[in-house]
């Protein structure tokens, strides 16, 4: 989930495991993401689902990091650490 400033958030990508999640955001991030909404994300919080299928809720598991380009991957000098930890 990428949150946005003063208060959005933008659903990034969905995947089966954390680790399938973390291979995959960053790449959604060029896809979902539009151009003017970038400067505005503060943070990307990986969340699981907790409880039944139809009675749970999204739990904040930990943050990763903003991509730094259009394509998620970060050239010579392009930083990838996130703009905020506390959104």
């Given amino acids: 989930m990428a949150c946005l400033a ?3 958030e933008r659903l990034l990508c969905v995947g089966e495991s954390s ?16 151009d003017e909404d970038r ?7 990986l969340q699981r689902w ?17 991509p730094a ?3 998620g991957k970060a050239g010579p000098g392009d930083s990838t650490k ?3 930890a506390n959104p």
């Fill in 6 to 8: 003063p208060g959005g």
């Fill in 69 to 71: 380009t259009r394509g």
């Fill in 82 to 84: 996130p703009v905020s």
């Fill in 50 to 66: 907790a409880g039944q299928a139809w009675a749970g809720q999204w739990e904040h598991q930990t943050y990763l990091d903003v």
């Fill in 39 to 45: 400067p505005t994300v503060r943070a990307i919080s």
């Fill in 19 to 34: 680790s399938q999640v973390r291979a995959a955001y960053a790449g959604a991030w060029g896809e979902v993401i539009r």
